[in-house]
Nanobody, 126 residues
Framework: QVQLVESGGGLVQAGGSLRLSCAAA????????SAWFRQVPGKEREVVAA????????YSTDSVKGRFTISRDNAKKTVCLQMNSLQPEATAVYYC???????????????????WGQGTQVTVSS
């Protein structure tokens, strides 16, 4: 059974930091791209950051560049999102995702990710 389990969400004041972690089980994690998406009520889920299966290429959406960093440890089957200088607009449910197919390029669309975590709430107070 495939499982992606996120942890590390919570409430933080503006300017603070959080580190989200996602542990994968039941799939060939090391051969799949990983990504973090987020969603706020009433809006579509958007990609925040993505990382190629071999770690060679990364993507971050413009609003988080320089503040959020995605990383992975294939041996531990984990992907993390370090979030610094958080602002209230970062408040959302954050989801980790693993690529639907192995050894693909860096995807940014939801449809390219076939495995999802349950989501973890991040709330940034002003």
């Amino acid at each position: 059974q495939v499982q992606l389990v996120e942890s590390g969400g919570g409430l933080v004041q503006a300017g603070g930091s959080l580190r989200l972690s996602c542990a994968a089980a039941g799939l060939t994690f090391s051969s799949r791209a990983s990504a973090w998406f987020r969603q706020v009520p009433g809006k579509e889920r958007e990609v925040v950051a993505a990382l190629m299966w071999d770690g060679s290429t990364t993507y971050s959406t413009d609003s988080v560049k320089g503040r959020f960093t995605i990383s992975r440890d294939n041996a531990k089957k984990t992907v993390c999102l370090q979030m610094n200088s958080l602002q209230p607009e970062a408040t959302a449910v954050y989801y980790c995702a693993a690529g639907a197919l192995p050894y693909r390029g860096l995807g940014l669309a939801e449809g390219e990710y076939g495995y999802w975590g349950q989501g973890t709430q991040v709330t940034v107070s002003s």
